[in-house]
């Protein structure tokens, strides 16, 4: 069975442009999240979506926004880019009434 | 709010000797905990979880973790560790959505980085 899957796999992008980092989770996985890894830290929680309706949102600015399509896939996009939101973007998957999440191998974003 | 203190950086192992990394939590209500590890430009793989019953939690890999709920620690150990342990380990706490039998967003760590020498 497919894991995770997420697109691209590295991506760099310029100060001010903006970028869409894709997600396909795990078939019949309803519950997708995402996080960001700043190098040397934890991952942090940016977005939760549970049957395309968005059920979280972690202490990110509106820059930051997402949604969940009706095949449960996922499009985690990011305007106006910082340096500061270079990081592996990862993005996880649960199966309603599983235990844990599970995640993809993530985007690296690089912002120069 | 919850969170989760993981108080080593870096934990130094011999190959064959016991591995701990060590894990406190806070959370509001019933503490549901994860560790997982990470391999270098990977995403992140599921080891175990805590969500009731026995204290301790065999997981992947010959891992387990013991709960203590007085301490609020959910350690996580190995008895024998192998070079190819050597990775980043995040422990993580979450709450479950019982409204849309979903997993709140889970508060990691800042991971510890276990290297395990031949």
């Known amino acids: 069975d497919a894991g995770v899957t997420q697109s691209p796999t590295h991506l760099i992008k310029t100060r001010g442009q903006h970028v869409t980092l894709r997600c396909s989770p795990i078939?019949?996985?309803?519950?997708v999240s995402w996080y960001q890894q700043v190098l040397g830290q934890g991952p942090q929680f940016i977005f939760q979506?549970?049957?395309?309706?968005?059920?979280g949102r972690g202490n990110f600015p509106d820059r930051f926004s997402a949604r969940q399509f009706p095949n449960y896939s996922s499009e985690l996009n990011v305007n106006a880019l910082l340096l500061g939101d270079s990081a592996l973007y990862l993005c996880?998957?649960?199966?309603?009434?599983?235990?844990?999440?599970?995640f993809g191998s993530g985007t690296r974003l690089t912002v120069v | 709010a919850q969170s989760v203190a993981q108080p080593e950086d870096q934990v130094n192992v011999a190959e064959g000797n016991p591995l701990t990394v060590k894990c406190t939590y806070s959370?509001?209500?019933?503490?549901?905990l994860f560790w997982y590890v990470q391999y270098p430009n990977r995403g992140l793989q599921f080891l175990l979880k805590y969500i009731t019953g026995d204290n301790l939690v065999k997981g992947s890999y010959g891992f387990e973790a013991e709960f203590n709920k007085s301490q609020t620690s959910f350690h996580l150990k190995k008895p024998s560790a192998l070079v190819s342990d050597s990775a980043l380990y995040f422990c993580?706490?979450?709450?479950?959505?019982?409204?849309?039998?979903?997993?709140?967003?889970?508060?990691f760590g800042a991971g510890t980085q276990v290297v395990v020498t031949p």
């Open positions: 979506y549970y049957e395309k309706e968005e059920r």
């Open positions: 959370v509001s209500g019933n503490p549901y």
């Open positions: 996880a998957s649960r199966l309603t009434g599983g235990n844990g999440y599970t």
């Open positions: 078939s019949g996985h309803k519950s």
């Open positions: 993580a706490v979450s709450v479950l959505i019982l409204t849309t039998d979903s997993w709140g967003k889970f508060q």
